[in-house]
Structure formats: structure tokens, C-alpha cells
């Protein structure tokens, strides 16, 4: 068992002292060898009234206890008085907690300014006082732990708390600045959010949750952050009912929007640049003002070397607007774009496709894709693979670059996506765009990444896709380094797999596979591949693509195409024709995980892959967004959500934020909804959110209360707080609920 924290010949003041979470941290402090001076000014939470009656019944508990205390009535802002205390008292002081605060919610329009400035006076100015009062004496004995108390209020705001919350970003301010000046004399400086019950929150928390949120489960935090042994400074931290956690500043990489010093920026250049501006995916996590602003700087360096509008060392790219023709080399490629291609394909295109992923006779349900009589005959998913490749194959995107030609022989295919928005029909005549999104520099190579939408002759969109080409030796141009715009790769679960085939691969298998139409020679002459650095031709990487397609398909979709949605991959390593293949499998909820792996081998060729599927038969599965949910209760509330963003244009634009709804029934669940609100116009459906989207808020309760929440019968609030709904990730977004709910329920 670890050692006890103790605090023998420790001084503790702590404000605010006589209940609550003061009297809980005085208590501990002093039962560990700490003396204790109990500050409290004795009136009510609206910072009126006073008496000696709370500080000195927390003394006389400390006291009979077998500890030492003293009482100190003064206010917070006669912080001198108070630290005096300790000093007459006790001759030193190491420990100090500012913890004392009042209330004075109004709504912004209706707060005084005495409601301003007492809350101001309480929390920030008093706090200031008490420590600048305790900050020389910390200094001179060259050690210190000070705690702010701040409040989630603070960091996000809260209805009916403006004077509050300013009040209390105030401190995390203060806090941080008295961390960095006490640094070097060993004081350490923090800031705390708490969450207990207490006179504050009474009447606020429901009286089970009430009892749950002991202010004690908050005290050892506090005890930790004012050790000796503790070495954070300058840290935020929540506590509440035996929770603990760390917040951090978090920044997207923006961009710079200047291609030299002379340029004037328009607001329109920074419209244009607003997905950049705004976009998480590589975000910086900067630990001070300095970190804050150095790629401020650095960029200001960088336009007097670069002429192109990206930010350091970010995954910014050009904004749309920018036409490929200004720029020369790789960055030329940016945004130029193919006129749709038509591609017809019948039953014998597909069957040839099924045979050239190793689909054979044998093999269960093999003539629903080798026989275009049987009843279910289909195309593979993959199979979309087919008509996206013939719409680049002509070879004129290459043409379309400006001054850059590159060496076709040393392409690459680095990682590919899918993504079925119906199933494949049996024979159809598709036409597909094509459009360049982004250009990479990795230093050795170039990396091009094209989106393809392939539609029927209705003009529905049938599938899309994205590739992603490595072209050795074409980088060092300059260019970002990452890809905003790039379908993520996922990590398999860290386990044993679900699920495993072996698969052995024809030594003609690439002969075969490239009558579908990558007629590519790496694949059949052995001089070319010699070319590209290869003992002999390799098989293609869509081909073993395909047959981790199929596998998957079979195991998790009972070989029905329906259930299969989308598959993203990173080819890894090449194969060569008539080696055996692993494909290992992991299933967690819609999606399965899997990687493909060179049996003789033992490397990998596909990493970072999964396949997005359809737990549930089609044929009983209601997926419109009009009839899903069964007979839950809850499903017409979603209908009117998603009429409700069909009618309000502009809505997603304003709430950018995916939200996802599990519903359960009897605590299983029943069903999933996707309000999809990151972009206009925005959607909403059933089931989890699409391939290569993430939620940013993940919302479960019962179908019963979902119902009662659409129907104003059940606060959201209270909902929440006594664990009917529970709420993952950004809690302060479900406010922006509110307009898709009716008026009553107000999240």
C-alpha cells in the first residue's frame, strides 16, 4: 500500500470554510497534520449576513478530532486579515485555497450592477487579495500550493450566469499568471472546477444525485494538488463524485491567408478558408501563451519563402477557390477535376470481377455472383472499385497539371475508400466525376488524393469513393505534410481476433484480375515490374482489396451485398501471386476491423481497415428515416427532427455537430439515430453515422424517455443528472438541440 499524504508543520488557510467543500477540505487537511485556519464570513449564498457560527464549528471539529485550527471571519477582500491569522497563529503559511463564493444568478438583460460587482468582489478581487497576500510569505520560504476555485460556468457559460462566469474564467487567468511568476520559488498555482453538492447546488441537483456528489469526493484532489510531492502547476481540473479529470486549450492549425506581406486580407479570403479555420482534425494543444502563438509566427516567416497560401506545418490546403493554374508542380493538381465518364457494365463484368477476387464455385452463395440467372445475383460492393478506376484510367488527368509531369511508373496506390449509398444494380450505366482534393509532401513522394461520385441514369448517387496515390520522388515541393480532407484509417481492437480465413491467391490470380481493367504491366511483365523495383509482377492492390471484401462479406453479412456500406484501407505491402493471405477480424458494434496479412511472409498489406456494415437483415430493417424505429416510441420524434432540417435551411451551418442517439429498450439497445449536423443542409437517419464520421456528442436513454423528453414531460436536465440520460463527449453541444426539439424540451 502506498504511503499516507500527510502535512505535519503545514499551514492550510482556506476560504469560505464553513461548509460545503471548504469545510470538507479543512477537515481532511487538518486530519492529516496540517494546521488549519477555517475562513468563513458567516452569510448566506447571495454574500449576506454574517456570524462566527460556521468557522467555529469547524474549527471545534477539527479540534476534537485531535487536530489544530483557528477561526477567521473577515471577507476575502480584507485577504490580509486572513493571511495575518496564520501568521499569528502559526508563523507561516503553505497552503492556500480560495474557495469562498456567492451566487447572484439573473439573466444577462436583468443583472445589476451590484450583482455584478458583489459576485466580481467575492470570487475574483477576493481571491486576488488573499493571494497577494500569501504570495510573499510563499516566496520568502521558497515553497507554496495555491488553489483556485474556477467553474465549468466558466469555460462554457451558463444561462443566467454572466457575472458568475466571468468571474470565474477570471481566476483560471489569475491562476495560470501566478503559476508562471512563482515558478522558480516553488509555488505552484491551480485551478479547480468542482462539482458537489452543496448550499449552492441544493435545490438545483436532484436529492439522490444531491447525496451522490459529496463534497468530500472533491477534497482529495485538492489534498493531491497542494502536496509536496505533487509537481503540476498551472493546471485545470475537474472533480466531482469521486471523479477526476484535466482540461487543456485545444487549437485547430488555421491557416494563413496572405501569400505575401503586401497582400490586404479580405473578409471574403477568410470565409473562403472557413472549413481550414475551424477544422480539429490535426489540432495543436498548446501549454502556454508562447506555444500559442509561435506558428503565428513561424508563418509570418514562411511568407517570405513560400508563395502559397497553407499554414506551418498544418494540414491546411488551398481554399476551393483557388485555381490549379497559379501554382506549378505537384500543387497544380489541386482541384482540377474530370467531366463526368460514362461506364456501362452488365453480368459479365461483375462475374469476371468475382473471379478475379477469388470468388469460386465452391464457395457458399458462389452463384449470386457467378451466375446472373440465380435469383440474388449481385456485384461484390468492391465491384464500385470498377467504374471510379475507368474514369482515371484515360489519362488525362495527368495532362491537366500544370507544368508537372509525373512519373507514372513509380504510382503507387496508398489507401482507398468506399462508400455504397444503395446496392449495386445487376447492370447499369453510371457516369462518375472525379475531382483532385488534396496534394501531400512526405518528403519522398507526392501524395494525390482524387474523390469519385458515381451516379445512375436517374442522377442518384449510387457510390462514392476516394483514393489515395503515392508518387515516389515527387516531393519535397513544399506542400502540407498532412490531410484534412483524407478518410481517416482506424486501429483495430487491441485483442485476440473475432474472427480469421486463410486465403490462397492463384499464381495467375493478377492475370486474371486485370481483365477487369487495370491493365497496369506491373502486374503481368516482369521487366516493368524489375522497372518499379520488383523481382517479379505483383499482385493488384484492389484485387486482395476485393478479397478481404468478400471475406468480411461472408462472415458478418451472410453474403448479402445490402448489408454491406463502406471499407476503408491502407495497402501496407505487395503481394505476389499464389501466396497465402490472413485476413483477422474484429466486430464491435456496425463495424468490423481487419487487416490482411502475408502468410509467408508475416507482414501486413492491408492495415488500418474496416467495414461498416448493416447489423440487421435488410429485409426486416427499416432504415428510412420516415419508418425506422419499429414500434419505438421514440421514432416519430426523430421524423420530426429530420423534417424539421428538410425545412430549415441553414440549420446544420449554425450547430456543425454530429449527434448520436442509442436507444434503448429495457436497457438493451433498440435502435440508432444520426442527427447529422456538421454541414448544410444536413440529415437526419437511422443507424450510426456513415463511414469516416464521428460523432461529437453520443446521447443514450430508453425509448420511453426519449418520447417524454420530445414531449416536454421529462427535463433533459434532470434527465441527465439522475443518469436516465447519459451524454458522452461535448455535453455543452446538446444545447444546440434545442430548435430540432419542441420548445419544451430544452437540453
Same mark, same amino acid.
Given at each position: 500500500?502506498?504511503?499516507?499524504?500527510?502535512?505535519d508543520g503545514q499551514v492550510a488557510v482556506i476560504t469560505g470554510a464553513g461548509g460545503g467543500l471548504g469545510r470538507a477540505y479543512a477537515l481532511q487537511f487538518g486530519s492529516r497534520g496540517a494546521k488549519v485556519v477555517v475562513n468563513d464570513l458567516?452569510?448566506?449564498?447571495?454574500?449576506?449576513?454574517? %456570524?462566527?457560527?460556521?468557522?467555529?464549528?469547524? !474549527?471545534?471539529?477539527?479540534?476534537?478530532?485531535?487536530?489544530?485550527?483557528?477561526?477567521?471571519?473577515?471577507?476575502?477582500?480584507?485577504?490580509?486579515?486572513?493571511?495575518?491569522?496564520?501568521?499569528?497563529?502559526?508563523?507561516?503559511?503553505?497552503?492556500?485555497?480560495?474557495?469562498?463564493?456567492?451566487?447572484?444568478?439573473?439573466?444577462?438583460?436583468?443583472?445589476?450592477?451590484?450583482?455584478?460587482?458583489?459576485?466580481?468582489?467575492?470570487?475574483?478581487?477576493?481571491?486576488?487579495?488573499? $493571494?497577494?497576500?500569501?504570495?510573499?510569505?510563499?516566496?520568502? @520560504?521558497?515553497?507554496?500550493?495555491?488553489?483556485? $476555485?474556477?467553474?465549468?460556468?466558466?469555460?462554457?457559460?451558463?444561462?443566467?450566469?454572466?457575472?458568475?462566469?466571468?468571474?470565474?474564467?477570471?481566476?483560471?487567468?489569475? /491562476?495560470? $499568471?501566478?503559476? =508562471?511568476?512563482?515558478?522558480?520559488?516553488?509555488?505552484?498555482?491551480?485551478?479547480?472546477?468542482?462539482?458537489?453538492?452543496?448550499?449552492?447546488?441544493?435545490?438545483?441537483?436532484?436529492?439522490?444525485?444531491?447525496?451522490?456528489?459529496?463534497?468530500?469526493?472533491?477534497?482529495?484532489?485538492?489534498?493531491?494538488? *497542494?502536496?509536496?510531492? *505533487?509537481?503540476?502547476?498551472?493546471?485545470?481540473?475537474?472533480?466531482?463524485?469521486?471523479?477526476?479529470?484535466?482540461?487543456?486549450?485545444?487549437?485547430?492549425?488555421?491557416?494563413? *491567408?496572405?501569400?505575401?506581406?503586401?497582400? +490586404?486580407?479580405?473578409?471574403?479570403?477568410?470565409?473562403?478558408?472557413?472549413?481550414?479555420?475551424?477544422?480539429?482534425?490535426?489540432?495543436?494543444?498548446? #501549454?502556454?501563451?508562447?506555444?500559442?502563438?509561435?506558428?503565428?509566427?513561424?508563418?509570418?516567416?514562411?511568407?517570405?519563402?513560400?508563395?502559397?497560401?497553407?499554414?506551418?506545418?498544418?494540414?491546411?490546403?488551398?481554399?476551393?477557390?483557388?485555381?490549379?493554374?497559379?501554382?506549378?508542380?505537384?500543387?497544380?493538381?489541386?482541384?482540377?477535376?474530370?467531366?463526368?465518364?460514362?461506364?456501362?457494365?452488365?453480368?459479365?463484368?461483375?462475374?469476371?470481377?468475382?473471379?478475379?477476387?477469388?470468388?469460386?464455385?465452391?464457395?457458399?452463395?458462389?452463384?449470386?455472383?457467378?451466375?446472373?440467372?440465380?435469383?440474388?445475383?449481385?456485384?461484390?460492393? $468492391?465491384?464500385?472499385?470498377?467504374?471510379?478506376?475507368?474514369?482515371?484510367?484515360?489519362? &488525362?488527368?495527368? &495532362?491537366?497539371? %500544370?507544368?508537372?509531369?509525373?512519373?507514372?511508373?513509380?504510382?503507387?496506390?496508398?489507401?482507398?475508400?468506399?462508400?455504397?449509398?444503395?446496392?449495386?444494380?445487376?447492370?447499369?450505366?453510371?457516369?462518375?466525376?472525379?475531382?483532385?482534393?488534396?496534394?501531400?509532401?512526405?518528403?519522398?513522394?507526392?501524395?494525390?488524393?482524387?474523390?469519385?461520385?458515381?451516379?445512375?441514369?436517374?442522377?442518384?448517387?449510387?457510390?462514392?469513393? @476516394?483514393? /489515395?496515390?503515392?508518387?515516389?520522388?515527387?516531393?519535397?515541393?513544399?506542400?502540407?505534410?498532412?490531410?484534412?480532407?483524407?478518410?481517416?484509417?482506424?486501429?483495430?481492437? &487491441?485483442?485476440?481476433?473475432?474472427?480469421?480465413?486463410?486465403?490462397?491467391?492463384?499464381?495467375?490470380?493478377?492475370?486474371?484480375?486485370?481483365?477487369?481493367?487495370?491493365?497496369?504491366?506491373?502486374? =503481368?511483365?516482369?521487366?516493368?515490374?524489375?522497372?518499379?523495383?520488383?523481382? @517479379?509482377?505483383?499482385?493488384?492492390?484492389? *484485387?486482395?482489396?476485393?478479397?478481404?471484401?468478400?471475406?468480411?462479406?461472408?462472415?458478418?453479412?451472410?453474403?448479402?451485398?445490402?448489408?454491406?456500406?463502406?471499407?476503408?484501407?491502407?495497402?501496407?505491402?505487395?503481394?505476389?501471386?499464389?501466396?497465402?493471405?490472413? +485476413?483477422?477480424?474484429?466486430?464491435?458494434?456496425?463495424?468490423?476491423?481487419?487487416?490482411?496479412?502475408?502468410?509467408?511472409?508475416?507482414?501486413?498489406?492491408?492495415?488500418?481497415?474496416?467495414?461498416?456494415?448493416?447489423?440487421?437483415?435488410?429485409?426486416?430493417?427499416?432504415?428510412?428515416?420516415?419508418?425506422?424505429?419499429?414500434?419505438?416510441? &421514440?421514432?416519430?420524434?426523430?421524423?420530426?427532427?429530420?423534417?424539421?432540417?428538410?425545412?430549415?435551411?441553414?440549420?446544420?451551418?449554425?450547430?456543425?455537430?454530429?449527434?448520436?442517439?442509442?436507444?434503448?429498450?429495457?436497457?438493451?439497445?433498440?435502435?440508432?439515430?444520426? !442527427?447529422?449536423?456538421?454541414?448544410?443542409?444536413?440529415?437526419?437517419?437511422?443507424?450510426?453515422?456513415?463511414?469516416?464520421?464521428?460523432?461529437?456528442?453520443?446521447?443514450?436513454? #430508453?425509448?420511453?424517455?426519449?418520447?417524454?423528453?420530445?414531449?416536454?414531460?421529462?427535463?433533459? @436536465?434532470?434527465?441527465?443528472?439522475?443518469?436516465?440520460?447519459?451524454?458522452?463527449?461535448? +455535453?455543452?453541444?446538446?444545447?444546440?438541440?434545442?430548435?430540432?426539439l419542441r420548445p419544451q424540451a430544452k437540453m
Open positions: 500500500m502506498s504511503p499516507q499524504l500527510l502535512y458567516g452569510g448566506d449564498t447571495k454574500g449576506q449576513g454574517q %456570524s462566527s457560527r460556521a468557522a467555529d464549528k469547524v !474549527v471545534e471539529e477539527i479540534r476534537q478530532a485531535g487536530g489544530v485550527a483557528v477561526a477567521n471571519y473577515d471577507s476575502v477582500e480584507d485577504g490580509e486579515k486572513i493571511i495575518q491569522t496564520a501568521l499569528d497563529n502559526f508563523g507561516r503559511v503553505d497552503i492556500l485555497v480560495n474557495n469562498a463564493g456567492i451566487l447572484r444568478d439573473k439573466s444577462f438583460a436583468r443583472i445589476s450592477n451590484d450583482d455584478w460587482d458583489l459576485v466580481h468582489k467575492v470570487h475574483l478581487r477576493g481571491s486576488f487579495m488573499v $493571494t497577494r497576500a500569501a504570495f510573499p510569505i510563499m516566496k520568502k @520560504q521558497k515553497y507554496g500550493r495555491i488553489i483556485m $476555485t474556477a467553474s465549468t460556468s466558466g469555460i462554457f457559460g451558463n444561462f443566467g450566469q454572466a457575472n458568475y462566469s466571468a468571474a470565474k474564467l477570471g481566476l483560471l487567468g489569475l /491562476s495560470n $499568471t501566478v503559476a =508562471i511568476e512563482g515558478q522558480k520559488y516553488n509555488i505552484h498555482c491551480n485551478t479547480i472546477t468542482p462539482f458537489g453538492g452543496t448550499r449552492m447546488t441544493e435545490g438545483i441537483l436532484p436529492p439522490d444525485l444531491f447525496n451522490e456528489f459529496k463534497p468530500e469526493l472533491v477534497a482529495p484532489l485538492v489534498l493531491w494538488l *497542494c502536496h509536496q510531492d *505533487c509537481e503540476d502547476t498551472r493546471g485545470l481540473f475537474l472533480a466531482g463524485g469521486g471523479w477526476y479529470g484535466k482540461y487543456r486549450w485545444e487549437s485547430t492549425n488555421g491557416v494563413m *491567408c496572405r501569400k505575401s506581406r503586401e497582400d +490586404v486580407v479580405t473578409p471574403e479570403a477568410v470565409r473562403d478558408h472557413w472549413d481550414i479555420i475551424t477544422d480539429f482534425t490535426q489540432s495543436l494543444k498548446p #501549454e502556454s501563451g508562447e506555444e500559442a502563438t509561435a506558428h503565428l509566427i513561424e508563418a509570418m516567416h514562411d511568407l517570405d519563402t513560400k508563395a502559397s497560401v497553407n499554414s506551418h506545418n498544418t494540414s491546411a490546403t488551398s481554399p476551393p477557390s483557388a485555381s490549379p493554374s497559379d501554382t506549378a508542380g505537384p500543387m497544380s493538381a489541386l482541384g482540377v477535376k474530370l467531366p463526368p465518364q460514362p461506364f456501362t457494365y452488365g453480368p459479365r463484368d461483375a462475374i469476371l470481377y468475382a473471379l478475379g477476387v477469388g470468388v469460386s464455385t465452391k464457395d457458399e452463395d458462389a452463384l449470386n455472383f457467378l451466375y446472373e440467372n440465380s435469383e440474388d445475383f449481385s456485384p461484390i460492393p $468492391t465491384f464500385c472499385v470498377i467504374p471510379a478506376q475507368a474514369a482515371m484510367m484515360d489519362g &488525362s488527368l495527368f &495532362s491537366k497539371f %500544370s507544368g508537372w509531369r509525373p512519373d507514372l511508373t513509380k504510382l503507387l496506390h496508398g489507401e482507398m475508400y468506399v462508400e455504397l449509398l444503395k446496392p449495386l444494380p445487376s447492370s447499369a450505366t453510371l457516369t462518375t466525376d472525379m475531382e483532385v482534393v488534396d496534394v501531400m509532401d512526405k518528403g519522398s513522394g507526392a501524395v494525390l488524393i482524387y474523390d469519385t461520385t458515381s451516379r445512375d441514369e436517374a442522377g442518384e448517387i449510387v457510390f462514392r469513393t @476516394q483514393w /489515395s496515390v503515392f508518387l515516389v520522388g515527387e516531393g519535397n515541393f513544399g506542400g502540407p505534410r498532412k490531410s484534412a480532407k483524407a478518410i481517416p484509417l482506424l486501429d483495430h481492437p &487491441s485483442r485476440a481476433p473475432d474472427a480469421s480465413e486463410e486465403v490462397l491467391t492463384g499464381v495467375d490470380q493478377a492475370a486474371l484480375y486485370r481483365l477487369c481493367g487495370d491493365g497496369n504491366p506491373l502486374h =503481368i511483365d516482369p521487366s516493368f515490374a524489375a522497372m518499379g523495383g520488383f523481382a @517479379q509482377p505483383i499482385l493488384h492492390g484492389l *484485387c486482395f482489396y476485393g478479397i478481404s471484401a468478400r471475406v468480411i462479406l461472408k462472415h458478418y453479412c451472410g453474403n448479402d451485398p445490402s448489408r454491406f456500406k463502406a471499407m476503408k484501407t491502407r495497402f501496407a505491402k505487395p503481394v505476389i501471386p499464389g501466396q497465402r493471405l490472413v +485476413v483477422d477480424m474484429w466486430k464491435e458494434g456496425s463495424r468490423v476491423y481487419f487487416t490482411c496479412t502475408v502468410k509467408e511472409t508475416g507482414k501486413a498489406c492491408l492495415t488500418g481497415g474496416y467495414v461498416d456494415i448493416t447489423d440487421k437483415d435488410p429485409a426486416s430493417a427499416v432504415e428510412d428515416v420516415t419508418s425506422a424505429g419499429g414500434n419505438l416510441a &421514440s421514432a416519430s420524434l426523430f421524423q420530426e427532427m429530420a423534417k424539421k432540417v428538410a425545412d430549415t435551411p441553414g440549420l446544420a451551418g449554425k450547430i456543425k455537430a454530429v449527434f448520436l442517439w442509442n436507444i434503448n429498450k429495457n436497457k438493451a439497445l433498440a435502435a440508432q439515430w444520426t !442527427v447529422d449536423l456538421k454541414e448544410d443542409p444536413g440529415e437526419v437517419y437511422a443507424g450510426p453515422p456513415k463511414a469516416g464520421v464521428k460523432p461529437n456528442v453520443t446521447l443514450t436513454l #430508453e425509448d420511453s424517455d426519449m418520447a417524454d423528453l420530445g414531449a416536454g414531460k421529462l427535463n433533459p @436536465q434532470k434527465a441527465f443528472m439522475s443518469g436516465k440520460l447519459k451524454v458522452t463527449g461535448n +455535453v455543452m453541444l446538446t444545447q444546440k438541440l434545442q430548435p430540432l
